[in-house]
């Protein structure tokens, strides 16, 4: 019996691993950038449903970090360096928002078509769009739905528009956000996030032999 429970966690495991990485190749190269939608299609792709084999975000991000070591390699770090570039004048040019450039492009898995992410921190969420006009920006509107915390989901506004041939979406979150980010939903812990400075420094980092 034990012997039959060990062959069977073995398997789940190793049907966890196959579908972490085929998630990760939909993403890498398929343009997916859901989790969810990553990990569904594998699923239906393998031929595999039980909910225990099904790999957590977590796993995912891990397997696509693995696959663009292996098959992306200089591409994908070029790209990283440009997006991040890209970040340095958006976080100068909306400084009266204190912001804060979050997601792939900070975490280190951004492809080179992904968009910049910025979390903006103000109370009046109109002001961003009055900025945005007044600079003659043209952003299209969203809303977007984030865990504020384990019991509490908002819904913020959402400005995307591009600049350079880089695309960037701006998240406006309230001003007490700037205190406690809201959870990944990769990992479920706050959010990782960059100011300028920060953003600045880790440029250095990268570029130093």
């Known amino acids: 019996m034990h012997r039959a429970r060990e062959h069977t966690a073995t398997q789940t495991r190793e049907r966890r691993q196959r579908l972490a990485h ?3 190749r939909l993403m890498a190269e398929g343009g997916i950038k859901d989790f969810h939608q990553a990990r569904r299609k594998a699923a239906t792709r393998l031929g595999i449903h039980d909910e225990a084999s099904l790999p957590r975000n977590v796993e995912i ?3 696509l970090r693995e696959h663009q070591r ?3 390699g200089t591409r994908q770090a070029d790209a990283l360096r440009t997006l991040r570039m890209a970040a340095v004048p958006a976080l100068e ?3 009266a928002f204190a912001p804060r450039l979050v997601g792939p492009v900070l975490e280190g898995t951004a492809d080179a078509h992904g968009p910049v992410h ?3 921190h103000e109370d009046d969420a109109d002001a961003v769009q009055r900025f945005l006009e007044e600079h003659g920006i043209p952003a299209q509107p969203r809303s977007r739905r984030l865990r504020w915390n384990r019991t509490r989901v908002i819904d913020v506004p959402v400005w995307g528009f591009n600049a350079d041939g880089v695309s960037f979406e701006l998240l406006v979150l309230p001003y007490d956000a700037l205190r406690q980010a809201p ?3 990769v990992d479920d812990r706050p959010m990782q996030r960059a100011s300028l400075a920060q953003l600045r420094q ?6 130093a032999p």
């Open 93 to 95: 040019f909306l400084q």
């Open 61 to 63: 991000e891990q397997a």
């Open 202 to 207: 880790l440029l250095a980092e990268a570029a």
């Open 118 to 120: 910025l979390h903006l």
């Open 183 to 185: 959870l990944s939903p």
């Open 22 to 24: 085929e998630a990760a």
């Open 70 to 72: 292996l098959f992306a």
